[in-house]
């Protein structure tokens, strides 16, 4: 395959699934800034490993790793732990939920624990299974499982608590 293939296929890839690739990152960090660089690491990942994830057929599972893995590494990173002053100047992606549910959703999701939020979002927005889950992360399905029940109980309890 030619560069000039290459290129093509992958601008191709691009075009169609950045926008999902970034309410991705977004779900995952929670913050839309953070998300692009996100993406932006995916993709440049992903173009250097190209050929080779084009032919096993998996480039969406691939850039989906990236950025749950980007997010763990830059969340351990010491800068990373300041908060800026900015919260809620960043436009929300247009979704079938009301404002309000859509807030009091994401605002629940923002209380779990990062890995329940991570398998939360993995199993039940992106519908992955247990297996595939286990293994973006890179932990036991086991830990999925308790991971997902876990945060699904504190999101049924904080969005009951939201109700009365």
């Known amino acids: 395959m030619s560069r000039s293939d290459r290129d093509a296929e992958f601008a191709e890839f691009v075009l169609a699934r950045r926008a999902h690739l970034a309410r991705i990152a977004y779900a995952v960090c929670g913050d839309q800034h953070r998300a692009e660089d996100l993406v932006q690491t995916a993709l440049v990942k992903l173009y250097a490993a190209w050929p080779r994830i084009r032919r096993r057929g998996n480039e969406e599972a691939y850039a989906r790793t990236i950025i749950v893995r980007a997010d763990i590494d830059e969340s351990r990173r010491p800068w990373r732990r300041e908060r800026p002053g900015l919260d809620g100047h960043d436009e929300a992606a247009p979704e079938t939920m009301t404002t309000e549910d859509r807030s009091a959703l994401f ?8 890995m329940q939020r991570k398998t939360v979002l993995l199993r039940h927005w992106l519908g992955l299974s247990v297996t ?29 608590g939201d109700v009365r």
């Open 107 to 114: 605002e629940a999701l923002q209380t779990l624990p990062a």
């Open 132 to 160: 595939e889950t286990a293994a973006e992360l890179g932990i036991g399905e086991g830990t999925v499982k308790s991971h997902t029940s876990r945060g699904l109980a504190a999101l049924q309890q904080t969005l009951a």
